[in-house]
């Protein structure tokens, strides 16, 4: 049976209004049109709903039935209508994102901070895991934005921007002689304790492969975990950390940190903020793009 929702929804409104001429007034239409619409579902239905009298209309047993289910599926709908509004409006809705520690960290800390202020209402969920995973999560739906190292062309995403990235070596004060003159690569790695992250973690990755390409290969002092780890280990005068420049600023100025100027260039990267293609964005993500995008790093 295919009954046109309109239907129900005169219904739905004659029965709480108590009569066809009140219903009538609410929906702006005639009390005519309202009768028609009423005896057209009757008769789709097979059956009478309503008893009519000059005080107005009551419901028939059947049509006391038909209006208990009519009336939790209206304001369903009502309800449903009304979270629709809320999540365009931002005032409901969640954000999720994946990324990796070393993005989360520093570079996306701000953003999430900014828009979180913008809007309270929006359950922000993060997920600190490595690009393989986030890639899989994209392309099944799972999250909404993903911070990734991608390296070439992946069909299934589309790249709304990017963040640079620029690794370098610093020292604490027991090494600080190592900032006075300009040191090879190769007399760094030969003679002074190297800290690196992980093996496995795409900055550690990326860094071994920059001293492949000058034929050089490290032996570690310390593998550690987090960016954080590496600061404080050549703060302590514990060898020389290979960091993300971005990391250091403050420690920098403040003359905790002091960066080993290299002869060698050590090539910038990117990350890369991707979303799966041709996905429609809810309200909350394109917020978020919109606020990147706006206030780039």
Known sequence: MNINYELYKIFYITVKAGSMSNAAKELFTSQSAVSQSIKL?????????????????????EGKILFQYVEQSYELLQAAERKFVELKNLDAGELRIAVSTTACSNFLMQ???TYSLSYPNIEIYIKDQS?????????????????????GKQDSLTVIGKIEIQDCFV?????????????SLTELVANYPINLLQKGLNTRNYIESVLASYQLKVTP???????????EFAKK??????????FIYKDVDQKELFVVPIKEEIPKRYLSIAIKKNLPLTSAAQ???????????
């Open 41 to 61: 579902l009757e008769s789709k239905l097979g059956g009478q709903l309503f008893h009519r009298s000059a005080q107005g209309v009551s419901l028939t047993s």
């Open 111 to 113: 953003y999430l901070e």
């Open 131 to 151: 690009t393989n995973t986030t890639i899989k999560q994209l392309e099944s739906g799972e999250i909404d934005i993903g911070i990734i190292n991608l390296n």
């Open 171 to 183: 020292v604490g004060e027991r090494f600080k002689e190592l900032c006075e003159i300009e040191i």
């Open 221 to 231: 002092k310390a593998e550690l975990s987090t960016m954080e780890l590496l600061i």
């Open 237 to 246: 005068g514990l060898g020389v950390s290979c960091v993300i420049k971005d």
């Open 287 to 297: 917020k978020f793009i919109e606020l990147f995008q706006s206030c780039p790093i």
